[in-house]
């Protein structure tokens, strides 16, 4: 075993394991086997090799950064051009350093150490046709020529394509980490809105941040006794209930039964699990305004318990007049939660005071009434998914869709009209996608 000098490359194919359930496994060997093919062609064509599979993806090995950062680019642009079904996006992580490597046979050789490891966690931090890496390639040299369609088109300099990212923590290693996102596809500005990385951590580090975050629904709350019962699937699938009390509830906002939230989970009296941190989904929230792009995206910090905080990412459209500025207290809803998009903060108002909004006293929806709500998550797989309309939750399935090809996603405004739903809830039918561009208006 010797030590050489190396730039590793993680490809993942973005939420894998959900495309393979919902192809079975012969279509899903297809599948990966023209991704292996098509992602080998480019790693050879900048003098790299494939060192590792994955059941999501694979790791290759170069010998300069730049051809690694290259190669990189030029699969992504090749799969935004691709011909697979269902359309594949993929997440990469590449890192650079010094790594063990060790001869497997005549043919082949396995790498381990730091650099790897690095390479392996930013490529599972990724979003879909995100890039990131450990460092950027600094300073410009003439014998490094990294370029993408889109950076040619608008004549970006060579600094221009790495933006540097939030820190966060490597499993495994004490350090924590500053990642850079290569820029491969719009302008700077325009691509930070769609959050290359899937968890972004504000400073200083908290350390509450490495826990697990989940997903559930409020399946039972005892309003005069301040605690209830929540719903979820654990990390290995398995349906699961845990207790919560109402002073874990971010901001105390009003909580109740089928409402949906995100939490985690921590030891409680007697070592019992027990839900923390509960956000509600679809709730009013004041916040301050820590970050603004040029395009109006941003970011919001909510200060919670322990002196820790929640960010969410504030849409160009909801700022598209950047009339909200750095430090501005806004009043906002709830979005999303999904891992796809992450915490969103939807119709935001300027916060003149203290506190937080309190919407639980409303009438409810008349049934057959039209009403609008936003799309809290969507599973687009399974074909539903809950929107938030006023207090209720609103269940929303791909079989009401007046375009069934217009699938709503987290954070869009739809109109519906009110039918009775399950225990008391809501339905929507009639379902009509509001296009994003409406809303500017």
Wanted: glycine share 8%.
């Amino acid at each position: 075993m010797n030590t050489v000098g190396k730039t590793f490359l993680r490809i993942r194919i973005f939420h894998a394991e959900a495309i393979k359930k919902r192809l079975g496994s012969m279509e899903w060997a297809g599948i990966f086997t023209q991704f292996h093919a098509m992602v080998s062609e480019h790693v050879q064509q900048f003098g790299g090799m494939i060192v590792k599979l994955y059941p999501d993806g694979l790791l290759a090995a170069f010998n300069a950064v730049d051809r690694g950062v290259s190669a990189a680019v030029s699969i992504q642009e090749a799969f935004q051009e691709q011909t697979f079904t269902p359309t594949l996006s993929l997440s990469m992580g590449i890192a650079s350093g010094q790594a063990m490597a060790l001869p497997i046979s005549e043919n082949h050789t396995d790498y381990f150490g730091a650099c790897v490891e690095i390479a392996e966690e930013l490529g599972q931090k990724a979003r879909g046709h995100a890039i990131l890496m450990n460092h950027p390639v600094f300073p410009p040299s003439d014998n490094i020529d990294i370029r993408s369609k889109a950076g040619e088109r608008s004549n970006r300099p060579l600094r221009d394509y790495f933006v540097e990212q939030p820190i966060f923590r490597i499993s495994g290693h004490n350090k924590p980490l500053t990642c850079y996102s290569v820029f491969w596809q719009n302008e700077p500005a325009h691509y930070l809105a769609q959050s290359p990385i899937e968890e972004y951590r504000p400073h200083p580090l908290a350390e509450s941040h490495s826990e697990r975050t989940y997903f559930g629904r409020v399946s039972a709350f005892k309003k005069e006794r301040g605690f209830g019962f929540i719903q979820y699937y654990s990390e290995d699938d398995v349906y699961k209930e845990v207790y919560f009390h109402m002073t874990y509830v971010i901001a105390q906002v009003p909580i109740a039964e089928h409402d949906h939230v995100q939490f985690v989970v921590r030891p409680g009296k007697e070592e019992r699990p027990q839900a923390c941190s509960i956000l509600v989904m679809g709730s009013r929230l004041r916040g301050v305004v820590e970050s603004v792009q040029p395009d109006g995206a941003g970011f919001i910090v909510v200060s919670i318990h322990d002196s820790d905080s929640l960010r969410f990412f504030m849409l160009p459209r909801e700022n598209f007049d950047n009339r909200f500025r750095v430090d501005d207290p806004v009043y906002f809803t709830v979005g999303s939660g999904s891992d796809l998009e992450g915490l969103v903060a939807l119709d935001l108002e300027s916060a003149t005071g203290p506190g937080v909004v309190d919407d639980s006293e409303v009438s409810e929806l008349p049934i057959g009434s039209i009403q609008q709500a936003v799309v809290n998550v969507y599973f687009s797989e399974k074909g539903y998914g809950f929107a938030k309309c006023r207090r209720s939750n609103i269940y929303v399935h791909v079989s009401e869709l007046a375009d069934p090809k217009q699938e709503p996603a987290p954070g869009d405004l739809i109109e519906f009209r009110v039918s009775p739903g399950r225990d008391s809830t809501y339905r929507a039918n009639d379902i009509r996608v509001i296009p994003k561009k409406n809303l500017l208006v």
